[in-house]
């Protein structure tokens, strides 16, 4: 069998990262930039920590902010055509998954003009061109969407999320500073790290997984464990953990897949406009329960990656661990355990859109819609 892998060209890490972006730039001779950013960025001064950089170095950008929470097809493009407009010759995205999707959905649109339908993106696309060359600033420590290949987009007028999977896309530079992650609050630090252990342990016991992702979204287990509650709390070692630690789970799950924690969490986005990182967080226990028993060895070492002594346990026991550490700490990060919005009139249509999400198939127990319907049961 062989396993593809496929990674960042460069990418920069540690406090003071982004100091490194005007010397990249001038060593490509690009004379424009077109900056993806979230509005929220903007009036906070966030996205200003680089264009301060461009402006001191006299480097010109456009910024483009039209992009929501839960990027839609509108927001693709509407940035593809202020692309055009701008002039630019390569994109700076700064921002969370939002920034960094659309972004993505844009550069691979400005040079594959044939996948002009956002909808054409949808599962593997096959494109010819690689993004308008992309430098990714990460301000949240949790989708890792500068590591990855995938990016999701809303339909709202179908009420779905979609999920992209491209070669094409992964940007060329990751700029991962910690710096750029402190201004999260609480509830946004939380849930974005929630999300990325999601993606540490969906990706270690997804069917594809195998030896070089397993050993990497071991490691990333280990940091988020050690680190989210502490970077909730604003700490400076926690905030470079964290950093660290989405990073290194985005490298392996991008190469080898999700499961249905995710492919559920993108039907409560799209349906009631969940932030994702607080759907993965309530699926991702439930989930695992289901999934226990296809799962092998694997909740023993997912239970000692999160501090949880495993010696004398036997496989109920330290299945069970495993799930209540991961349980522990979403609760002790602040995430809820249910969803009011949730009604049982929804459920259909819920199980159906998780069930034809991209994800799903990577789950290590195959579910049936009742099997989702069920699940998503729990959080009423």
Same mark, same amino acid.
């Given at each position: 069998?062989?396993?593809?892998?496929?990674?960042?060209? +460069?990418?920069?890490?540690?406090?003071?990262?982004?100091?490194?972006?005007?010397?990249?730039?001038?060593?490509?001779?690009?004379? %424009?930039?077109?900056?993806?950013?979230?509005?929220?960025?903007? %009036?906070?001064?966030?996205?200003?920590?680089?264009?301060?950089?461009?402006? =001191?170095?006299?480097?010109?950008?456009?910024?483009?902010?039209?992009?929501?929470?839960?990027?839609? +097809?509108?927001?693709?493009?509407?940035?593809?055509?202020?692309?055009?407009?701008?002039? =630019?010759?390569?994109?700076?995205?700064?921002?969370?998954?939002?920034?960094?999707?659309?972004?993505?959905?844009?550069?691979?649109?400005?040079?594959?003009?044939?996948?002009?339908?956002?909808?054409?993106?949808?599962?593997?696309?096959?494109? %010819?061109?690689?993004?308008?060359?992309?430098?990714?600033?990460?301000?949240?420590?949790?989708?890792?969407?500068?590591?990855?290949?995938?990016?999701?987009?809303?339909?709202?007028?179908?009420?779905?999320?979609?999920?992209?999977?491209?070669?094409?896309?992964?940007?060329?530079?990751?700029?991962?500073?910690?710096?750029?992650?402190?201004?999260?609050?609480?509830?946004?630090?939380?849930?974005?790290?929630?999300?990325?252990?999601?993606?540490?342990?969906?990706?270690?016991?997804?069917?594809?997984?195998?030896?070089?992702?397993?050993?990497?979204?071991?490691?990333?287990?280990?940091?988020?464990?050690?680190?989210?509650?502490?970077?909730?709390?604003?700490?400076?070692?926690?905030?470079?953990?964290?950093?660290?630690?989405?990073?290194?789970?985005?490298?392996?799950?991008?190469?080898?897949?999700?499961?249905?924690?995710?492919?559920?969490?993108?039907?409560?986005?799209?349906?009631?406009?969940?932030?994702?990182?607080?759907?993965? =967080?309530?699926?991702?226990?439930?989930?695992?329960?289901?999934?226990?028993? =296809?799962?092998?060895?694997?909740?023993?070492?997912?239970?000692?990656?999160?501090?949880?002594?495993?010696?004398?346990?036997?496989?109920?026991?330290?299945?069970?661990?495993?799930?209540?550490?991961?349980?522990?700490?979403?609760?002790?990060?602040?995430?809820?355990?249910?969803?009011?919005?949730?009604?049982?009139?929804?459920?259909?249509?819920?199980?159906?859109?998780?069930?034809?999400?991209?994800?799903?198939?990577?789950?290590?127990?195959?579910?049936?819609?009742?099997?989702? %319907?069920?699940?998503?049961?729990?959080?009423?």
């Amino acid at each position: 069998m062989v396993n593809r892998f496929v990674l960042n060209g +460069i990418s920069y890490h540690g406090k003071g990262a982004i100091q490194e972006i005007p010397a990249i730039i001038q060593s490509k001779g690009f004379q %424009k930039a077109f900056i993806a950013s979230d509005p929220d960025l903007v %009036k906070f001064n966030v996205t200003k920590k680089i264009t301060d950089l461009l402006d =001191a170095a006299g480097m010109a950008y456009e910024v483009y902010s039209d992009i929501k929470p839960n990027p839609t +097809i509108e927001n693709v493009l509407s940035g593809v055509e202020a692309y055009k407009k701008s002039g =630019a010759d390569y994109m700076i995205t700064v921002g969370g998954g939002s920034s960094m999707d659309t972004g993505k959905a844009i550069g691979i649109i400005i040079n594959n003009p044939e996948f002009a339908d956002v909808r054409s993106l949808e599962g593997v696309a096959p494109t %010819k061109n690689r993004t308008v060359y992309t430098i990714a600033v990460p301000t949240t420590a949790g989708t890792a969407a500068e590591a990855t290949i995938n990016y999701v987009i809303t339909d709202v007028e179908k009420k779905r999320k979609f999920v992209c999977v491209d070669v094409n896309d992964i940007p060329d530079i990751a700029i991962v500073d910690p710096d750029m992650m402190s201004t999260m609050p609480k509830g946004l630090t939380a849930s974005t790290g929630m999300d990325a252990l999601t993606h540490a342990i969906e990706g270690y016991t997804t069917k594809a997984a195998w030896e070089l992702a397993d050993c990497l979204n071991l490691e990333a287990i280990k940091l988020i464990s050690k680190n989210l509650r502490a970077a909730v709390q604003n700490e400076q070692e926690g905030r470079e953990g964290m950093a660290l630690g989405q990073f290194v789970t985005g490298m392996a799950f991008s190469n080898v897949g999700l499961g249905i924690a995710h492919s559920m969490a993108h039907t409560l986005g799209a349906v009631y406009d969940t932030p994702h990182g607080v759907a993965c =967080a309530m699926m991702l226990p439930i989930v695992m329960e289901f999934n226990a028993d =296809a799962t092998g060895d694997k909740f023993k070492y997912i239970a000692e990656a999160m501090g949880v002594d495993v010696t004398g346990m036997d496989q109920p026991a330290y299945r069970k661990a495993a799930i209540d550490a991961v349980r522990q700490l979403s609760i002790d990060v602040g995430i809820p355990t249910k969803l009011d919005k949730l009604k049982e009139e929804d459920l259909d249509f819920l199980a159906e859109s998780a069930a034809a999400d991209a994800c799903a198939p990577g789950n290590p127990k195959d579910a049936s819609i009742e099997d989702f %319907k069920n699940l998503f049961r729990k959080l009423m």
